[in-house]
């Protein structure tokens, strides 16, 4: 069944669109990302432009990391107070995002942008990721205790000014990382569609040690309000959201996230964050060998914005 998408300019079959975003959904729910990472790509290989695919994506992530942190509110695993300034600051940086968006659309290299900039997030953090849930993973099945601090043991994060306690979480930190990371996931995630998930989740379990039991939720409520905005502003001064492609992808979402957030409380911290290793190293890897290979068209024949 084709549909014509008004934005994006094309007709594409609708049952493709909404499978993927039911499998996005899903991994949203399951691994407390927004998921953008795999859907913006998805949506870029199978045609739609970059700018119409970073936009849609993220009135998208809306829709599934909402169904995700319902999931994680009627089990309270949200830490509310953590979630608020992580969704102030995020919402400064989706603001920035979204005017660097526009200048690189003007200038005609968003394109390239985007695809450096996967390569280069996805392929580190998913690396550090996969090489730490490993050894996580050997410790286990030989009989050895984790080497990561539990909740409330310091480090050099814990020595910063301007301390709140979180009782939620037990921990009693600066609230200066909080807003640094908050603003780096608002601004990465209004640039290339991305709920960002796959940086805030580690980040909150390595560097800020927040229980895992309680950051899938917490990323979950950021990345909603965070890329509310960032739909937002992106639909008023980029005119780039395809409210069909969004729609389409949102009922996927939602469904997929229901499934995913149960079955992601059913397998281990050091499994989650194996199989969110592999997924992130698999799609910068995609995005490395469309930097290196030949195209098959090497012109295009697009107009230039502004012009």
């Known amino acids: 069944m084709q549909v014509y998408l008004p934005i994006a300019e094309l007709p594409i079959n609708v049952f493709v669109i909404f499978g993927m975003g039911a499998a996005v959904g899903f991994l949203s729910g399951m691994f407390g990302i927004g998921g953008g990472f795999l859907l913006t790509p998805l949506l870029i290989f199978s045609g739609i432009p970059s700018a119409v695919a970073v936009a849609s994506v993220t009135a998208q992530i809306v829709a599934s990391s909402a169904s995700g942190a319902l999931s994680y509110w009627r089990r309270k695993q949200i830490d509310i107070k953590l ?61 050895q205790p984790a080497t990561f601090r ?6 050099w994060i814990h020595k910063l000014p301007l301390k709140v306690r979180f009782r939620r979480s037990k921990l009693y930190l600066s609230a200066i990382p909080i807003v640094a990371l908050g603003m ?29 039991t309680i950051v899938v939720g917490t990323s979950l409520v950021q990345i909603l309000f965070t890329m509310a905005v960032a739909a937002l502003l992106h639909a008023i001064s980029n005119q780039s959201v395809d ?51 030949r195209p098959e068209e090497l012109f295009s024949l697009a107009p230039i914005a502004g012009l």
């Not at 603001?95 to 580190?124: E, P, R």
């Not at 539990?150 to 480090?155: F, I, L, Y």
């Open 83 to 143: 979630a608020a300034i992580l969704m102030i600051s995020g919402s400064i940086g989706s603001v920035l995002g979204v005017w660097l968006f526009s200048v690189l659309q003007d200038i005609g290299q968003l394109d390239l942008v985007i695809s450096i900039a996967y390569v280069s997030f996805l392929g580190s953090i998913g690396s550090l990721m996969l090489v730490e849930s490993l050894r996580a993973f050997f410790r286990a099945r030989d009989g």
């Open 150 to 155: 539990k909740p409330g043991q310091h480090n």
């Open 184 to 212: 780096a996931i608002g601004f990465l995630g209004s640039v290339l569609g991305i709920g960002g998930g796959f940086i805030m989740v580690p980040a909150l379990i390595y560097l800020l040690r927040v229980p895992t």
């Open 243 to 293: 409210i069909v492609l969004a729609l389409v992808l949102m009922v996927g979402g939602v469904i997929g996230a229901q499934f995913g957030a149960r079955l992601g409380q059913r397998l281990r911290g050091e499994q989650l964050r194996a199989l969110l290793a592999v997924l992130v190293l698999a799609v910068g890897m995609r995005f490395a060998v469309d930097l290196v290979i």
